[in-house]
């Protein structure tokens, strides 16, 4: 209790006045910024909240509805069940084995996996991806989970072609 600075009164046992003597109060150390931390790296570091919305989940899910919306644009044809033509999905880059293998056109396994057939086929996805993400994302970062997303992305279709290449080989 008492003032803040002031320094202990005597002892009872001496004589010496009693008054208080004021002391320095003790300088704040200045703040140092880094002038080359931005204001969004300065949000994002002191905010766990903003830290683990998985923005990249979310943003991939808008990606493929976004994608899935032109693709229904400029359908050749639609199914009455609401799935597109193949000839569709063929003309935006779906693979397969004739396509990739065989003419050599290589783009098409980084474009297919961000095609989708029909309503559910892009709304199944879309919920694996949100349950995935939201978890995974924030535990490993946005980095590594873009790694995975694209990693996983080529090795289905890589797979596809595989089994496409089985199939035809057990039909001949």
């Known amino acids: 209790f008492g003032r803040r600075g002031a320094v202990a009164p005597p002892s009872r046992g001496s004589f010496q ?22 204001d969004e790296e300065t949000l994002f570091r002191g905010n766990k909240l903003l830290s ?9 899910i808008f990606l493929l ?32 084995y004739d396509l990739v293998v065989v003419k050599g056109e290589w783009w098409r396994i980084g474009l297919a996996p961000l095609l989708h057939g029909s309503n559910s086929h892009l709304i199944g996805n879309c919920v694996a991806l949100f349950i995935v993400g939201v978890r995974l994302e924030p535990l490993i970062g946005r980095g590594l989970f873009a790694l995975i997303f694209i990693a996983s992305a080529l090795a289905g279709e890589a797979g596809s072609l595989l089994r496409i290449e089985e199939e035809i080989r057990a039909a001949i």
């Open 17 to 38: 006045s009693a008054s208080l003597q004021p002391v320095a109060a003790p300088i704040a150390p200045a703040v140092v910024r880094d002038s080359e931390e931005s």
């Open 65 to 96: 509805i976004l994608i899935f919306g032109l693709q229904r644009n400029l359908a050749i044809s639609i199914g009455r069940d609401g799935s597109l033509d193949v000839r569709s999905l063929i003309a935006y880059g779906a693979s397969s």
């Open 52 to 60: 683990d919305i998985p923005f990249l989940t979310i943003g991939l």
